[in-house]
């Protein structure tokens, strides 16, 4: 399937909500997108709601922030036209309270015929908005109504919601926020509709925590984000630790399902590795690994240029900004490079990056060096985090791509947040 080895993007369009059809200035990102060998685009909710698009009031309207159907239609025509998939984001958890069944039950109460679309509605008690009645939040925020799952109107009702997606924007998948709590049953639904007519419609689902490998196979998602490297990308660069980042390769990619995993520096709800990684040297070498480790590649809108943000309390505004796209040359162009490099390295060596074993050759606290192998291809990647330089072991015969690093007649070396990728 396509996804399989795909590279993403990921934009939060509500950053873009400055006028009538803003969403159309993403249009402008195709040839930037282009540059960086991007197959598809994630974008974060873009249906009508009250804040930040994860409270949604209406599945079958774009957010009149960012324009109207129409506006999405002609974005997804767009993308597609420049050979780009398109992927949304599919918020089925929960819905804000100004969900037209959620306004029902206000309006009503006792006499609503959507009593039960929502978990735990309990006259007995009140809550923070004084409606005369309690239900559950999503991690208990009143804001984010939790749908109930079980009552076969709110499952019909969002299956229609997939089908209008599919028939009206044609797009090419959906990310489904909070899939960790959606119910199996329910999720098995979902895949129907979404694989029906269209085998290669890509699914994603939000995990976190757990075992991976309960919500990717026949019947579940095809692809879950992947946290876990995720952290250990940060941790392992933070606390100068490859020994993290190593087990959880070796966790994953030889005993689970990692070479089906959405692996991702940033997103809209982490704070941004530029801001947290301590010596901003080492970003290079967590781009390095992303790409040379297999599984789904995905740059947050930012990332190429080394962006910042930290979420300040409940406040996550830094962490989903806006970009012009004609001022990006006023950033961080060594690393926009280095990333383009690294994206053209892992389509023309596919083969091996992607389907290729991975083994560890040798581990230290501040240097890591693991191969990728297919048949008799090789690719090698030597990382040093440290302040010191390290002596290169192994002979190879091409460099694909470095950065610190010094040759002589006798010795090859890592200088201090230095890597290499080179052809064995």
Not at 109 to 120: D, G, L, P, T
Not at 148 to 159: A, G, Q
Not at 295 to 307: H, P, R
Not at 351 to 371: A, H, Q, T
Request: charged share 25%; proline share 3%.
């Amino acid at each position: 399937m396509w996804f399989e080895r795909a590279n993403f993007y990921q934009f939060y369009p509500l950053a873009y909500a400055h006028g009538p059809y803003s969403l159309s200035e993403l249009e402008m990102w195709s040839e930037h997108l282009k540059s960086l060998r991007i197959d598809a685009v994630y974008l974060s909710p873009l249906f009508e709601s009250i804040s930040h698009g994860y409270d949604t009031t209406d599945y079958f309207k774009v957010d009149p922030r960012l324009g109207d159907n129409n506006t999405l239609i002609n974005l997804v025509n767009h993308y597609h036209q420049n050979g780009i998939r398109v992927v949304l984001d599919c918020v089925f958890n929960h819905v804000g309270r100004e969900f037209f069944a959620f306004k029902d039950l206000k309006e009503n109460k006792e006499r609503s015929k959507y009593i039960n679309w929502f978990k735990n509605v309990d006259f007995s008690k009140n809550n923070g908005f004084n409606d005369g009645f309690c239900y559950d939040g999503w991690e208990g925020v009143d804001e984010l109504v939790l749908l109930n799952h079980d009552c076969p109107e709110v499952v019909e009702y969002l299956l229609s919601a997939v089908r209008f997606w599919k028939e009206t924007f044609n797009i090419d998948g959906l990310r489904f926020d909070v899939a960790y709590s959606l119910p199996q049953q329910f999720i098995h639904r979902i895949n129907e509709v979404c694989k029906k007519g269209s085998p290669d419609f890509f699914t994603l689902g939000e995990v976190i925590h757990g075992d991976y490998s309960k919500f990717v196979g026949e019947g579940l998602f095809d692809s879950v984000t992947d946290y876990e490297l995720h952290q250990a990308l940060y941790n392992s660069h933070k606390t100068n630790n490859y020994f993290e980042l190593n087990h959880t390769i070796k966790r994953q990619f030889l005993e689970g399902v990692g070479y089906k995993l959405y692996n991702f520096v940033d997103n809209h709800d982490v704070d941004r590795l530029a801001s947290k990684i301590g010596n901003k040297e080492n970003l290079y070498l967590a781009y390095a690994i992303l790409y040379t480790l297999p599984g789904i590649v995905s740059l947050y809108n930012g990332d190429e240029w080394g962006a910042e943000g930290m979420k300040i309390g409940s406040e996550d505004s830094q962490l989903r900004p806006y970009f012009y796209i004609n001022d990006l040359h006023i950033n961080n162009p060594q690393l926009l490079t280095m990333i383009r490099r690294l994206a053209e390295i892992r389509e023309e060596h596919s083969d091996v990056l992607f389907d290729g074993s991975i083994k560890e050759i040798k581990l230290e606290n501040e240097y890591y060096c693991y191969e990728r192998t297919l048949n008799e291809k090789t690719i090698r990647i030597y990382l040093n985090q440290g302040d010191d330089s390290h002596n290169i072991e192994g002979d190879f015969t091409k460099m694909l791509e470095g950065r610190n690093y010094s040759f002589n007649r006798t010795h090859n070396y890592l200088l201090p947040h230095g890597f290499l990728i080179v052809e064995v």
